[in-house]
């Protein structure tokens, strides 16, 4: 199977701040790659497929890259309502371990 | 609009069995693949199984294969997931997912709200 390696586990930073969660996949993936924000109590949402396509109605602020192994989510403006929990994808397949965005 | 609703949750002891359904409306569901995600308390989402639009292909993740089965009936508009000698990691919330579409790119889209399985003696 392939596994999928989030890093950071955590990360603290402030409104206004561009953050960068990355995914790594075990094996080439090709572009088979999505990201999905969690708030507690509720079902993911999806944000990014086929690596760096924004789901519809999904804010400009975030955008995907990569290929192969390697793919990085970037929230250009971190704002109030993105303090939440990312994973990301290999479809159909593995969710990597998340990454927490809290409050610095 | 879009909807999936999942029963068949519940108290179940080690070594048990119970079945998972996903009831969905809105859309034509024989046109869409469609997975069985968990999450245990505090933890992170897993993925647990895929199955195409007419079950020729059908994926499980290695902690639930040879254990679980998943299967659809397109005349009913249903998803299952019929889980067999159940472990207390086996402990979730699962969610049935649909894909974004119907060809191509085929990530989990559309969420129910989930069904609680408790594996405890």
């Known amino acids: 199977d392939i596994q999928m390696t989030q890093s950071p586990s955590t990360l603290s930073a402030s409104v206004g701040d561009r953050v960068t969660i990355t995914c790594r996949a075990s094996?080439?993936?090709?572009?088979?790659l999505a990201w999905y924000q969690q708030k507690p109590g509720k079902a993911p949402k999806l944000l990014i497929y086929?690596?760096?396509s924004l789901e519809s109605g999904v804010p400009s602020r975030f955008s995907g890259s990569g290929s192969g192994t390697d793919f990085t989510l970037t929230i250009s403006s971190l704002q109030p309502d993105d303090f939440a929990t990312y994973y990301c994808?290999?479809?159909?397949?593995?969710f990597g371990q998340g990454t927490k965005v809290e409050i610095k | 609009e879009v909807q999936l609703v999942e029963s068949g949750g519940g108290l179940v002891q080690p070594g048990g069995s119970l079945r998972l359904s996903c009831a969905a409306s809105?859309?034509?569901?024989?046109?869409?693949?469609m997975n069985w995600v968990r999450q245990a308390p505090g933890k992170g989402l897993e993925w647990v199984s895929y199955?195409?639009?007419?079950?020729?292909?059908?994926y499980y993740a290695d902690s639930v294969k040879g254990r679980f089965t998943i299967s659809r009936d397109n005349a009913r508009n249903s998803l299952y997931l019929q889980m067999n000698s159940l472990r207390v990691e086996d402990t979730a919330v699962y969610y049935c997912?649909?894909?974004?579409?119907?060809?191509?790119?085929?990530?989990?889209?559309?969420w129910g709200q989930g069904t609680l399985v408790t594996v405890s003696s």
């Open positions: 997912a649909r894909a974004l579409h119907s060809s191509g790119s085929i990530p989990p889209r559309f």
């Open positions: 809105g859309f034509t569901f024989s046109s869409y693949s």
């Open positions: 199955i195409s639009t007419s079950s020729s292909v059908i």
């Open positions: 094996q080439s993936i090709s572009n088979w």
């Open positions: 086929d690596a760096s």
């Open positions: 994808q290999q479809y159909p397949g593995a």
